[in-house]
């Protein structure tokens, strides 16, 4: 019992919910990065290159390239969608901390001079 006890415990941890809530919604934003880049970007690079489909099925010496650059550009996209969360997050977090420790009114600068020099008599 001991073992499904402390499996069960570790299953419910707050960490755990969040990482697994992280990952499915990681694989639903990856299926939205792939639609868009299958349905918009590719299509744009197919007609640069002169034909939608060409690009997609390149071929060097059996090495495919196209779908290659494909799976490049989902990761970048993805890579700069990450980079704008984590950006926002640190922003706000160092708004959080400089609301959290405000500077001192003047106010409250002078009570502690008078304190100090309280203290030295």
Do not use: Y
Not at 26 to 54: C, E, Q, R, S
């Amino acid at each position: 019992m001991g073992f499904i006890k402390e499996f069960k415990d570790f299953a419910l941890r707050g960490n755990v919910m969040d990482l697994a809530i992280g990952v499915i919604i990681g694989a639903a934003f990856n299926n939205i990065v792939k639609a868009l880049v299958d349905a918009v970007i590719m299509p744009l690079i197919g007609i640069l290159t002169g034909d939608v489909h060409k690009f997609q099925s390149l071929e060097i010496g059996g090495i495919k390239i196209g779908v290659l650059i494909q799976a490049i550009l989902d990761f970048i996209v993805i890579a700069f969608a990450l980079f704008l969360i984590v950006k926002a997050m640190t922003s706000s977090r160092k708004k959080e901390e400089a609301s959290a420790n405000p500077l001192p009114t003047t106010t409250e600068i002078l009570l502690t001079e008078i304190r100090d020099e309280l203290k030295k008599r």
